[in-house]
């Protein structure tokens, strides 16, 4: 009688903010040793995952890639956003199960930190009661901006908060105002509304705006010396703690 094979493990790396110099080794041997590889990526596009990953996949992997139903075409807000988005984890985690219960591993490559406002965690929460899931922390987007900055971005007792640029105006300054230290993720088509929020705070002239952090193309400079243009995807605004010192 044969014995069934034994389940593979899924394994979720986190690749860092970008830059390869700042993979750890353990992300670095598992995606060297990748049989089957899934990453996310916007339709039609490379995908920022895989062009981290891309230089030390071996050349035998096999590929899948996990493409988003929707980006910005659909508001946040709408119920069609959510239900098009559950289908499609729901769709991608029947096709990663599958491998897994043959018994083939699989390597997910994460942008940053795979539990840092990730996708790699929708999968995550839908299969890690019934296969063995592994996580390989990163060093984090934000942390590459604030170094990139040449400041520390906490002191003593300073309390660091994170937010999104998709939260409502009113929200983002009650949150800011609050903040010691302030990292806002997510800007893009957000920036104006950003701004707005941090002089509600009295925090604009203290902003920084981080483009690309610790990749190519990478620019630092203060907020309020950016302009009105659209900001990348890949922008961190940082507003560095001012706490006790000795």
């Known amino acids: 009688m044969s014995q069934s094979p034994k389940m593979g493990t899924l394994h979720g790396v986190g690749l860092g903010p970008g830059d390869a110099d700042l ?18 990526r916007k339709a039609g596009r490379k995908g920022h995952a895989l062009t981290i990953s891309e230089p030390f996949l071996p050349d035998s992997a096999i590929h899948f890639p996990m493409e988003y ?17 559950s289908q499609f984890y729901a769709e991608v985690t029947m096709h990663l199960r599958a491998l897994l219960v043959s018994g083939e591993d699989v390597v997910v490559p994460c942008e940053g930190d795979p539990f840092f406002y990730g ?8 299969l890690r009661d019934t296969v063995p899931v592994q996580v390989t922390p990163a060093v984090t987007g934000m942390s590459a901006a604030w170094t990139a900055t040449g400041h520390p971005i906490t002191w003593g007792d300073d309390v660091l908060s994170v937010l999104m640029g998709t939260l ?28 707005t929020a941090l002089r509600a705070a009295g925090l604009y002239d203290r902003a920084w705006l981080v ?15 950016a302009g009105d243009r659209i900001t990348p995807y890949f922008s961190i605004i940082v ?8």
Request: proline share 5%; net charge positive.
């Open 23 to 40: 993979m750890t080794v353990r992300a670095r041997r598992l995606l060297e040793g990748a049989r089957h590889v899934a990453y996310f």
């Open 69 to 85: 139903p929707v980006t910005t075409e659909i508001p946040l807000g709408d119920p069609r956003y959510n239900e098009a988005l």
């Open 119 to 126: 996708s790699f965690m929708h999968i995550y929460e839908r």
């Open 168 to 195: 409502p105006e009113e929200v983002l300054a009650a949150r800011m105002k609050e903040a010691d230290a302030l990292v806002v993720m997510k800007i893009g088509r957000n920036i104006a509304k950003v701004k």
């Open 211 to 225: 483009e690309y952090a610790s990749q190519q193309g990478q620019t630092v400079q203060r907020l309020s010396d």
């Open 239 to 246: 507003v560095h703690g001012q706490g006790r010192r000795p």
